[in-house]
């Protein structure tokens, strides 16, 4: 499973226009499947690091539900190997 690495605990509401670290303007959306549906985190394509979009309370209540979801999924693999 993916763990996310999330820095500082500013939120950004809106897609940054530049990634506040690197100060590039190669953000994108990352969507996390089950844990919301449209864009969760923010990403900078060239230094890698997440933002968050929602408070990082309600960003780790919501990753909470994919962790659940990850692991029903991994359990099925092993069921099928
Ligand atoms: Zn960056």
Redesign the pocket.
């Known amino acids: 499973m993916e763990k996310f690495s999330i820095i500082g605990s500013k939120n950004f509401p809106v897609i940054p226009e530049k990634?506040p670290?690197?100060?590039?303007s190669?953000?994108h959306g990352i969507e996390i499947l089950g844990a919301y549906d449209g864009d969760l985190l923010w990403e900078?394509a060239?230094?890698?690091?997440r933002m968050l979009k929602f408070s990082i309370r309600k960003t780790i209540s919501l990753l909470e539900k994919t962790e659940e979801l990850y692991y029903d999924m991994e359990s099925a693999k092993n069921y099928y190997a």
């Open positions: 990634c670290y690197c100060e590039s190669n953000v900078c060239d230094c890698m690091l």
